[in-house]
């Protein structure tokens, strides 16, 4: 069964992504990026309104959470 990835706004994705223990590293314009130990990327995330489903998608790919551990997320 496909979980259904749930649509939020660019601080909320940031709450969540801080919440499964990535830290905010510094803000480029209206991008929030966030780093992690272990992880050699860095999440930019758009402090949009509603994220797009394509963002979403490919910043759980990165940081590596499911999207029922996502959804899960406060």
Not at 11 to 37: T, Y
Not at 40 to 57: F, W
Request: hydrophobic share 45%; net charge positive; glycine share 8%.
């Amino acid at each position: 069964m496909s979980h259904i990835l749930k649509l939020c706004s660019g601080a909320e994705a940031v709450k969540k992504f801080e919440n499964a223990g990535w830290i905010i590293d510094r803000q480029v314009g209206s991008h929030i990026m966030l780093v992690k130990k272990g992880f050699r990327y860095t999440l930019s995330i758009p402090q949009h309104k509603e994220l797009g489903i394509g963002i979403l998608k490919k910043l759980l790919k990165l940081a590596e959470i499911s999207i029922e551990e996502f959804n899960s997320l406060k």
